[in-house]
Structure formats: C-alpha cells, structure tokens
C-alpha cells in the first residue's frame, strides 16, 4: 500500500467523521419521535391543533392539546434541523469522495 499524503489522511478523517455522525443522528432521530406537521384548524371559533402524517399513502391525524403543543412544536424543529443536518453531511461526503475516489474510502476505512 502507498503512503498517504496529510490531506488524503484528514478527508479521510472527514469522511468517516460524517458517517458517524449521520449514525448518530438517525438514530435520536428514530427516537425522538413526533414525525409530520402541526395542522391548525378553526372549529366553532376556535383553533385546534392535530399533528398529521402519512401512513401508507393516507394522511392520519392525532390531536394536540394546548399543553402538549409546544412540546411536540420543539420536537418536530429538532427533526427537520436534524435532517438538514444529514442533508449537509451527505453532501459533504459526496463532494470528499470525488476528491479522493471511492475506492481509496473503501481500502483504508479500517486503518484510520
């Protein structure tokens, strides 16, 4: 095997630094939970929450009492922040993969 240079070491570095931290990420998000949005609808002159999302193509809906709102409001900003996050990670590594080649990842992934 060839000696790697200091900056095929550091992208390196970067790149499995990416992959852990998607894993890291994917998983509160699978346990920080609500998935969906906040629906607003006013009934009888007032306004009611629901949290909605799809399930098999149909769109489900649960209500939010005014207690639970912000709560579920804050958990569902982590979510999407957190899948941006991901997004931007992804993106990163795409781009450190096409400086290095796919096949320099592969072959060092265990000596870094």
């Known amino acids: ?4 240079t200091g900056l095929e070491i550091m992208l390196l570095d970067d790149y499995y630094r990416c992959e852990r931290h998607i894993e890291v ?3 509160e998000l699978e346990n920080d939970k609500p998935i969906g949005y906040i629906s607003r609808k006013t009934i009888n002159g007032k306004v009611q929450h629901y949290l909605q ?4 193509g149909k769109i489900k809906s ?3 009492n005014d207690d639970e709102l912000p709560l579920i409001e804050k958990k569902i900003e982590r979510r999407k922040a957190f ?3 991901i997004k931007e990670l992804k993106h ?6 096409r ?3 796919g096949n320099l990842i592969e072959k060092y992934r265990d000596k870094i």
């Open 53 to 56: 999302w799809r399930e098999g």
């Open 99 to 101: 400086a290095l080649g």
């Open 62 to 64: 649960k209500y939010i």
């Open 83 to 85: 899948q941006e996050n």
């Open 1 to 4: 095997m060839r000696e790697l």
């Open 25 to 27: 990420i994917s998983q």
């Open 92 to 97: 990163d590594m795409k781009i450190i993969k």
